[in-house]
């Protein structure tokens, strides 16, 4: 079993930018890859990014240039450093990892981007 724990969500203004985290713990490592998926309400939910054992990532076209997805394997730690903010990016982040022991998600984190 795997344990996610999302933090760092909050409202923030259109430009501005966010930083959340993911501690993951348990039987860490069995995990091959980590990734984040966002909800909007009444929207199903959605990949964003991921980043291999190796650190390779791959984003959705709507963030790409804006949203930096890193991991700390020795603190099994995943950060999602948002920049440039959009509405449109309002929604509920979770974290996601999968590997042999199979797939797990955090409970999610909100990020409300307003003026």
């Known amino acids: 079993q795997v344990q996610l724990v999302e933090s760092g969500g909050g409202s923030v203004q259109p430009g501005g930018s966010l930083r959340l985290s993911c501690a993951a713990s348990?039987?860490?490592?069995?995990?091959?890859?980590m990734a984040w998926h966002r909800q909007a309400p009444g929207k199903a939910r959605e990949w964003v990014g991921h980043i291999s054992n190796a650190g390779s990532t791959a984003y959705r076209d709507s963030v790409k240039g804006r949203f930096t997805i890193s991991r700390d394997n020795a603190k099994n730690t995943l950060t999602l450093q948002m920049n440039s903010l959009k509405p449109e990016d309002t929604a509920v982040y979770y974290c996601?990892?999968?590997?042999?022991?199979?797939?797990?998600w955090g409970q999610g984190t909100q990020v409300t981007v307003s003026s």
């Open positions: 996601y990892a999968v590997g042999i022991g199979g797939s797990y």
């Open positions: 348990g039987n860490i490592f069995s995990i091959n890859v």
